[in-house]
């Protein structure tokens, strides 16, 4: 699946999830945003830690910040090559997709909010 399909699908569910903890538990949605933040923000370093962890684990010798070429990293020449499974991929675009959940419903009413004051 397509990198841009996840996160698409990641939004749509996290906006059903969403709207469903607001009507039955009764919070506002700003509390909703903030978890949502809260959750991209765990999922971005449960993504970056499994990252880490695969790299190390399969190629010990690139798991290093040491610069190869001027602005590009030795663990960047892993990218696309298999060594971090694509299931950790799709933890780095849920994060994508929660943080997008959070923030579009705000630009949402703050752009009605400007188109309407004209």
């Given at each position: 699946m397509e990198g841009i399909a996840v996160v698409v699908i990641g939004i749509f569910l996290f906006a059903v999830v969403g709207m469903r903890i607001?009507?039955?538990?009764?919070?506002?949605?700003?509390?909703?945003?903030l978890g949502l933040i809260a959750l991209?923000?765990?999922l971005h370093f449960v993504n970056v830690?499994?990252?880490?962890?695969?790299?190390?684990?399969?190629?010990?010798?690139?798991?290093?910040?040491?610069?190869v070429f001027p602005g590009i990293h030795k663990w960047e020449?892993?990218?696309?090559?298999?060594?971090?499974?694509k299931w950790v991929s799709v933890i780095g675009l849920l994060a994508i997709s929660a943080f997008a959940t959070a923030l579009l419903p705000w630009i949402m009413l703050l752009l009605k909010m400007v188109m309407s004051v004209k």
């Amino acid at each position: 699946m397509e990198g841009i399909a996840v996160v698409v699908i990641g939004i749509f569910l996290f906006a059903v999830v969403g709207m469903r903890i607001t009507r039955y538990l009764g919070v506002e949605k700003w509390h909703v945003s903030l978890g949502l933040i809260a959750l991209a923000i765990l999922l971005h370093f449960v993504n970056v830690l499994l990252i880490w962890y695969f790299i190390k684990k399969k190629t010990p010798d690139f798991a290093s910040t040491e610069e190869v070429f001027p602005g590009i990293h030795k663990w960047e020449l892993t990218a696309g090559t298999g060594i971090v499974p694509k299931w950790v991929s799709v933890i780095g675009l849920l994060a994508i997709s929660a943080f997008a959940t959070a923030l579009l419903p705000w630009i949402m009413l703050l752009l009605k909010m400007v188109m309407s004051v004209k």
